[in-house]
């Protein structure tokens, strides 16, 4: 699962990942339809033999687990990593203001 986090910190555009990292976690399964599925269709969820499919049954305990529940799983995933960002900071440019 941590291969999928990190490639969605790597594909997702920094509004994505703010929006995401600024939600409530009880606010993440508004994330279901767009990222969830997104995250479903990328990742291969959707086949038979789904490793990362397995490793979401593994982590949660649950053998019976579904795809658009593993697709949550992830999703957390990501926002609990997120949280461990700190927050951008602005930079001015010095030269761009002539001091």
Known sequence: M???VN????DLGIEDK???????EEGLI???FGLG?????EFGLWEKDSKL????KESSGNPNLDIDTASEIIIK??????????????VR?????GY
């Open 2 to 4: 941590a291969e999928a």
């Open 7 to 10: 490639k969605l910190l790597s």
């Open 18 to 24: 703010n929006r995401i990292k600024n939600s409530r």
């Open 30 to 32: 508004n994330f279901h």
């Open 37 to 41: 599925m997104g995250i479903r269709n």
């Open 53 to 56: 499919l397995e490793n979401c």
């Open 77 to 90: 995933a990501l926002w609990d990593r997120l949280q461990k960002f700190p927050p951008p900071k602005l």
């Open 93 to 97: 440019d010095k030269d761009q203001y």
